[in-house]
């Protein structure tokens, strides 16, 4: 990645920046080996991914006065991605599947797949207000040429990364926030802030109905995209003087896709818009850390979060003597919410000055509680039954002791 800005000193109210980027991403999708010689599995790999993105930008920070600042950028990316690989040429006036691929093409090393750009524009102001508060506003249009496809319906969901290609195209978000905040105690004692913001998405990403990511080399068939929107208000707190410091984080948050194309496969839902699989409405966070002493001190991790909305079984249906599930609307339903709480306690070295070194003790257990919090439910049928099943990570307290030393 190489990058070369500027600085352009005006006068006392004017700062300009600009230059330009490059950067280049690379992705190896997979390979499937065999384990053994007796092993039923081949050999085999999806081709590994490569683009480069290069931008211009050019920004200005004006502070016409001490109470009022405000910022403008302009940013102009262009997106191309690069060969060696394959693409394959699907039948026209046909949705993206298997059984109507017409042709293979074949790129070469640093040939042009596909090519993407476009401006992204940065807004932002913030005016000072009496008693130590400002108030915050902010616009911004960001791109998106890498993707992270997360199939939640998967007994242990997996992170997989794609990049923008022929068939998937960039992500495109328009945000739009406002935020107050506020020193009490004089400044850098304790600080408070409320931010609300509201996101408009072009092209998210989304999966068919019985979507297989897993070692899938025409992915392109069991993705979808669509019109996305998350909205959400934050309140935030932090003391960072003293003997008890920390901060607490609270957040309200929504986030909905809609997938309505143009066969129908290609819609979910009806068409209608629905939660994302990352739609968690409530999310809190609380750090402290109490010094009794210069030595020691007792920290305090406290997180509760929403459970993400997943798709359940609901019945089951016969056709031709073959039995198959009826599943709720995409999304319908949701895990249980996540609760987790971790204590330490930090033994600290003599602080004399001339010393080797310095030294500390951590004596630690995360989910004190011992709660199972549920990391993803999966279905299974059982002599013709549908049982679920709740799959849990650190189920159990964990204790840990950590010895730091520096010289």
Same mark, same amino acid.
């Given at each position: 990645?190489?990058?070369?800005?500027?600085?352009?000193?005006?006068?006392?109210?004017?700062?300009?920046?600009?230059?330009?980027?490059?950067?280049?991403?690379?992705?190896?999708?997979?390979?499937?080996?065999?384990?053994?010689?007796?092993?039923?599995?081949?050999?085999?790999?999806?081709?590994?991914?490569?683009?480069?993105?290069?931008?211009?930008?050019?920004?200005?920070?004006?502070?016409?006065?001490?109470?009022?600042?405000?910022?403008?950028?302009?940013?102009?990316?262009?997106? +191309?991605? $690069?060969?060696?690989? #394959?693409?394959?040429? !699907?039948? %026209?006036?046909?949705?993206?599947? =298997?059984?109507?691929?017409?042709?293979?093409?074949?790129?070469?090393?640093?040939?042009?797949?596909?090519?993407?750009?476009?401006?992204?524009?940065?807004?932002?102001?913030?005016?000072?207000?009496?008693?130590?508060?400002?108030?915050?506003?902010?616009?911004?249009?960001?791109?998106?040429?890498?993707?992270?496809?997360?199939?939640?319906?998967?007994?242990?969901?997996?992170?997989?990364?794609?990049?923008?290609?022929?068939?998937?195209?960039?992500?495109?978000?328009?945000?739009?926030?406002?935020?107050?905040?506020?020193?009490?105690?004089?400044?850098?004692?304790?600080?408070?802030?409320?931010?609300?913001?509201?996101?408009?998405?072009?092209?998210?990403?989304?999966?068919?109905?019985?979507?297989?990511?897993?070692?899938?080399?025409?992915?392109? +068939?069991? $993705?979808?995209?669509? #019109?996305?929107?998350? !909205?959400? %208000?934050?309140?935030?707190?932090? =003391?960072?003087?003293?003997?008890?410091?920390?901060?607490?984080?609270?957040?309200?948050?929504?986030?909905?896709?809609?997938?309505?194309?143009?066969?129908?496969?290609?819609?979910?839902?009806?068409?209608?818009?629905?939660?994302?699989?990352?739609?968690k409405p409530h999310y809190l966070n609380l750090v402290t850390n109490y010094k009794?002493?210069?030595?020691?001190?007792?920290?305090?991790?406290?997180?509760?979060?929403?459970?993400?909305?997943?798709?359940?079984?609901?019945?089951?249906?016969?056709?031709?003597?073959?039995?198959?599930?009826?599943?709720?609307?995409?999304?319908?339903?949701?895990?249980?919410?996540?609760?987790?709480v971790d204590i330490g306690f930090d033994v600290e070295g003599t602080h004399k000055?001339?010393?080797?070194?310095?030294?500390?003790? +951590?004596?630690?257990?995360?989910?004190?509680?011992?709660?199972?919090?549920?990391?993803?439910?999966?279905? =299974?049928?059982?002599?013709?039954?549908?049982?679920?099943?709740?799959?849990?990570?650190?189920?159990?307290?964990?204790?840990?002791?950590?010895?730091?030393?520096?010289?």
């Amino acid at each position: 990645m190489g990058r070369d800005c500027n600085y352009y000193y005006m006068n006392d109210k004017n700062h300009l920046n600009f230059g330009t980027n490059t950067k280049k991403y690379q992705i190896n999708p997979g390979i499937r080996e065999p384990l053994g010689e007796l092993s039923d599995i081949g050999y085999d790999k999806i081709n590994p991914e490569q683009a480069l993105e290069s931008a211009i930008y050019f920004s200005n920070q004006y502070d016409p006065s001490k109470s009022l600042s405000l910022y403008a950028g302009l940013r102009y990316s262009l997106y +191309t991605r $690069l060969g060696p690989s #394959e693409s394959y040429q !699907y039948a %026209l006036n046909k949705p993206l599947n =298997k059984d109507f691929i017409t042709d293979t093409l074949s790129y070469e090393k640093g040939a042009s797949m596909a090519t993407y750009h476009g401006p992204e524009l940065r807004l932002s102001g913030r005016f000072s207000l009496p008693n130590l508060s400002s108030l915050k506003m902010s616009y911004n249009r960001s791109r998106q040429y890498i993707h992270m496809l997360i199939n939640s319906a998967s007994l242990a969901p997996t992170d997989i990364w794609r990049l923008s290609g022929k068939y998937l195209v960039p992500q495109i978000a328009d945000q739009f926030s406002i935020g107050y905040y506020k020193n009490i105690l004089g400044n850098d004692v304790l600080e408070f802030s409320v931010e609300g913001y509201y996101k408009l998405i072009k092209n998210l990403v989304d999966f068919k109905v019985g979507a297989d990511l897993q070692f899938n080399k025409n992915i392109e +068939t069991d $993705l979808l995209q669509g #019109e996305g929107k998350s !909205y959400g %208000l934050e309140l935030s707190a932090k =003391k960072s003087d003293g003997w008890f410091t920390g901060w607490f984080n609270y957040t309200w948050s929504r986030s909905f896709i809609r997938l309505n194309g143009n066969f129908s496969e290609e819609r979910v839902n009806g068409g209608a818009f629905f939660e994302t699989n990352y739609d968690k409405p409530h999310y809190l966070n609380l750090v402290t850390n109490y010094k009794f002493t210069r030595r020691y001190s007792l920290s305090l991790n406290l997180i509760y979060s929403s459970g993400r909305p997943v798709t359940y079984p609901i019945g089951k249906w016969k056709f031709n003597n073959a039995e198959s599930l009826l599943y709720s609307n995409r999304n319908a339903f949701r895990i249980p919410d996540y609760f987790r709480v971790d204590i330490g306690f930090d033994v600290e070295g003599t602080h004399k000055i001339k010393k080797l070194g310095h030294s500390f003790w +951590t004596f630690s257990i995360y989910n004190v509680l011992g709660r199972d919090n549920v990391y993803s439910i999966f279905f =299974k049928t059982v002599d013709g039954d549908v049982e679920g099943y709740k799959m849990t990570v650190f189920s159990n307290p964990i204790p840990t002791i950590t010895f730091n030393f520096k010289i």
